[in-house]
T-cell receptor
Framework: EAGVTQFPSHSVIEKGQTVTLRCDPI?????LYWYRRVMGKEIKFLLH????????ESGMPNNRFLAERTGGTYSTLKVQPAELEDSGVYFC??????????FGPGTRLTVL | SQQGEEDPQALSIQEGENATMNCSYK?????LQWYRQNSGRGLVHLIL?????REKHSGRLRVTLDTSKKSSSLLITASRAADTASYFC???????????FGKGTMLLVSP
């Protein structure tokens, strides 16, 4: 069974540009989560989808971040316009229930 | 301190030795999980312990949970160079609550 996949693995953009990250959860997992780790700090929750609905988006830092999960399958996280402080590793995770979350390899975003 | 805070921040040992990492948290929890992250890779789930459990084993891993002290420990026995990674504990509060991570412990196992 394929695990959680994320694309791209790395992205380097300039301040002010737009970047879209993609996450494909494990097939059949209704729950999809986005987390972010800024260098030197802890991994922080961004938002949680149950199927296509946003269950909790309390961790989204501001309105420059937009997450979607059309059709309840893959999800995208768009940052527009990107700022320097958005640099970090963005993780996606999925689960079937409220227990174990399985994480993807992450997307390392560098904003110059 | 943050919910799910690990100590030490860094640990360096020799192959064959045991490694112990601790995690403390502040609020009540439903589950506590340990994850590993190898350099440049994703988070790998190691073990989950529920709030009504006190100890759990998985291979060379042993996890304890003391809810009265709001703390957990992860013991890796007979460590190997391949165990070199960052280790994170993460807590949830049940239902649809999400994971709260600490900053992690960087473990270096030298051959």
């Amino acid at each position: 069974e394929a695990g959680v996949t994320q694309f791209p693995s790395h992205s380097v953009i300039e301040k002010g540009q737009t970047v879209t990250l993609r996450c494909d959860p494990i097939s059949g997992h209704d729950n999809l989560y986005w987390y972010r780790r800024v260098m030197g700090k802890e991994i922080k929750f961004l938002l949680h989808f149950v199927k296509e609905s946003k269950q909790d988006e309390s961790g989204m830092p501001n309105n420059r971040f937009l997450a979607e999960r059309t059709g309840g399958t893959y999800s995208t996280l768009k940052v527009q316009p990107a700022e320097l402080e958005d640099s970090g590793v963005y993780f996606c995770a999925s689960s079937t229930s409220t227990d174990t979350q399985y994480f993807g390899p992450g997307t390392r975003l560098t904003v110059l | 301190s943050q919910q799910g805070e690990e100590d030490p921040q860094a640990l360096s040992i020799q192959e064959g030795e045991n490694a112990t990492m601790n995690c403390s948290y502040k609020t009540s929890i439903n589950n506590l999980q340990w994850y590993r992250q190898n350099s440049g890779r994703g988070l790998v789930h190691l073990i989950l312990i529920r709030s009504n459990e006190r100890e759990k084993h998985s291979g060379r891993l042993r996890v304890t949970l003391d809810t009265s002290k709001k703390s957990s420990s992860l013991l890796i026995t007979a460590s190997r160079a391949a165990d070199t990674a960052s280790y994170f504990c993460a807590t949830d509060r049940g239902g649809y609550s999400t994971l709260t991570f600490g900053k992690g412990t960087m473990l270096l196992v030298s051959p």
